[in-house]
């Protein structure tokens, strides 16, 4: 199979991912083979080829974003079938043993695998996944491509409101407006929210209006009103304080990065007084994802895509990192 493959962590302008012929990888007795589809591009895989997340080995084939079909099946998966349309997301296995996965906290779970990271992932033509870890694809969603952004960004985006304690009615911040905000907006004025979205882009910023937000600006501007709740995707830290200034009393912001630059100082009395909450989004559990995915046939949501072929994913991720990428990028293998 072709598959791009990284070798060494480097900036993704000196192109560190080789387009490579591996065999196909088999499944355990556990896993299922996956034909894959399309995979959408995420930070996290720029993180990842970058060397900002520790790599538990190298090489490594990134993608986590993953729809394809199962071609073959493990001597012991059960309740699957040959040709089955299903996802791969950013959580590959947990343990299943620890206090966390036993409070139905999965996604803190102590000794986890993530797809693209411990496992290859779907810079590739095949995957294998366990197959208790796959989503099988609700009616409805039919085109890979535009469902591949669902398995990270939409499922980010959806704990990440879960973590903010958005209500309908309320009114909620985005800060940046890539693949998850994106989604996340779709949620939320399905919720009836008013939504205000924050981003240096003017693209981006035009295409929040698009989806329904009720107001746009650039991070450092002040909404119309305070905000209930703010979700904080871009992996900046100087927009910390800034949401934490907009935010109402009793208000929640959720930091939805799994890598974020330094976090300034924040002022006890400006910031976080008034019982202001702050925390941080960390992966999602297999329940997020398949609400989401049914949330996604229901609305019914949409995404908006760039693809590409696989053997672009250098340049892919450059496009990405320079942010112009309007909303998810997409690769097809």
Known sequence: MRAMVLHEPKPVEERPLRLEERPSPQPAPDEVLIKVLACGVCHTDLHTVEGELALPRLPLIPGHQVVGEIALLGSSVQGHCLGERVGVAWLHLSDGK?????????????????????????????????????????????????????????????????????????????????SSAHIAIQIAVHWKCTVYAFSRSERHRQLARELGAAWTGKPDEAPPEPMDSAIIFAPAGELVPLAMEHLER??????????????????YQKHLYWEKTLRSVANATREDGRELLQLAAEIPMTTKVETYPLELANEVLLRLKQGKVQGTAVLIP
Not at 148 to 160: D, N, T, V
Not at 250 to 262: E, F, R, S
Request: glycine content about 16%.
């Open 98 to 178: 620890c206090a966390f996965c036993h409070s139905g906290h999965e996604n803190l779970c102590l000794h986890p695998q993530f797809t693209g990271l411990q496992a290859d992932g779907g810079y590739a033509e095949y995957l294998t996944a366990p197959a208790d870890f796959i989503y099988p694809l609700p009616a409805g969603l039919t085109n890979p491509v535009n469902v591949a952004p669902l398995l990270c960004g939409g499922i980010i985006g959806y704990h990440s409101l879960r973590m903010a304690e958005v209500s309908p009615g309320c009114r909620l911040g985005l800060y940046g407006f890539g």
């Open 250 to 267: 009793g208000g929640v912001c959720a930091l939805a990065g799994i890598y974020m630059t330094p976090t300034p100082p924040l002022d």
